[in-house]
C-alpha cells in the first residue's frame, strides 16, 4: 500500500478528496510480519486449518488461516486483548500473501 500511495500520490489524494476512499493505513514491517510470512511459506497455517476444525457456521468471509495467523501475530507482539487480533498485522505483504488485500475493480 505504501508503494501504490507513493508512486500514484495524485491519484490517492484525488480520490480521498473526492469521498471515494474512506480511510489509509500506514504498512510497517517487522521482525514478527516476516515470522509470520515465513510461518505461511512452510505451510503452518494449511496445517493448522486441516487439524483444528473451523467452527464458524456462517462467517466463512474471514480466511481462516488470516485468522490464526493474526492470533498468533498479536500474540507474539504481547496484544492480549481480542479487539487487538484484527489489527495484529501491519505489513501489506503479510495481508496480500494471507489472501486480504485491497483490490480496485475500476
Not at 480511510?23 to 517487522?30: D, E, G, P, Q, V
Not at 468471509?61 to 496484544?79: D, T
Amino acid at each position: 500500500m505504501i508503494k501504490l500511495c507513493k508512486y500514484n500520490q495524485n491519484n490517492v489524494i484525488e480520490k480521498v478528496r473526492n469521498g471515494q476512499l474512506d480511510a489509509l493505513a500506514l504498512s510497517s514491517t517487522n521482525l514478527i510480519d516476516d515470522i509470520i510470512l515465513e510461518m505461511n511459506n512452510r505451510k503452518i497455517f494449511d496445517c493448522l486449518k486441516t487439524n483444528i476444525p473451523d467452527l464458524r457456521a456462517k462467517n466463512t468471509v474471514i480466511l481462516y488461516e488470516l485468522i490464526w495467523a493474526s492470533a498468533i501475530c498479536a500474540k507474539m507482539k504481547v496484544q492480549t486483548s481480542l479487539t487487538d487480533i484484527p489489527f495484529a498485522i501491519h505489513d501489506h505483504r503479510t495481508l496480500a500473501k494471507l489472501g486480504y488485500t485491497l483490490i480496485d475493480t475500476n
